[in-house]
Antibody, heavy 123, light 107 residues
Framework: EVQLVESGGDLVQPGGSLRLSCAASGFTFSNYEMNWVRQAPGKGLDWLSYINSDGSTTYYADSVKGRFTISRDNAKNSLYLQMNSLSAEDTAIYYC????????????????WGQGSLVTVSS | DIQMTQSPSSLSASVGDRVTITCRASQSISSYLNWYQQKPGKAPKLLIYAASSLQSGVPSRFSGSGSGTDFTLTISSLQPEDLATYYCQQSHSIPRTFGLGTKLEIK
């Protein structure tokens, strides 16, 4: 059974840093690309970042570029999100999600999601 | 960035009704369109990928159609457990933007 379990969410002061982790099991983690998506309280889904299977390619939303860093450790079956210079606007539930592809065009979609980890930025 | 516009933002329907949610992309995205369901307090769940492919385990009352800029998610016969917010997402280009969601309520 595919499982993604986020951890590391906490209350942090504005300007602070936090690192989220996502532990993967039930599939060959090193074969899959991964993503982070967040959801502010009462709001919609907000795609944040992507990393390819060996970690050599990453992408970010403009809202977090330069502040957040996605990484992975395939030996530990783990995905990470290092978050710096946090502000109140970063308060959200953070989800990791597995990237799958379909068809000859390899159309991407997010087929498995973790349960989320809450980050609260407040003084 | 590609903008995804969903409509309606909310709707109320009765059990057994046919429900349609639409999603429009600000530019052509071919079939790079996915639909997710999020029940209250839960993580999102994939329903439809590549515009019209039903994810394994998802009931057949859910279907998706469209290509280019206009897409629809249809629930053929609404069930009580379909109470949720539904999101479309484009995966044509970075950033992989979501629509703002459609909150579905059961009358």
């Amino acid at each position: 059974e595919v499982q993604l379990v986020e951890s590391g969410g906490d209350l942090v002061q504005p300007g602070g840093s936090l690192r989220l982790s996502c532990a993967a099991s039930g599939f060959t983690f090193s074969n899959y690309e991964m993503n982070w998506v967040r959801q502010a309280p009462g709001k919609g889904l907000d795609w944040l970042s992507y990393i390819n299977s060996d970690g050599s390619t990453t992408y970010y939303a403009d809202s977090v570029k330069g502040r957040f860093t996605i990484s992975r450790d395939n030996a530990k079956n783990s995905l990470y999100l290092q978050m710096n210079s946090l502000s109140a606007e970063d308060t959200a539930i953070y989800y990791c999600a597995r990237d799958e592809r379909a068809g000859g065009q390899r159309l991407p979609f997010l087929d498995y999601w973790g349960q989320g980890s809450l980050v609260t930025v407040s003084s | 960035d590609i903008q995804m516009t969903q409509s309606p933002s909310s709707l109320s329907a009765s059990v057994g009704d046919r429900v349609t949610i639409t999603c429009r992309a600000s530019q052509s995205i071919s079939s790079y369109l996915n639909w997710y369901q999020q029940k209250p307090g839960k993580a999102p769940k994939l329903l439809i990928y590549a515009a019209s492919s039903l994810q394994s385990g998802v009931p057949s009352r859910f279907s998706g159609s469209g290509s280019g800029t206009d897409f629809t998610l249809t629930i053929s016969s609404l069930q009580p457990e379909d109470l949720a917010t539904y999101y479309c997402q484009q995966s044509h280009s970075i950033p992989r933007t979501f629509g703002l969601g459609t909150k579905l309520e059961i009358k």
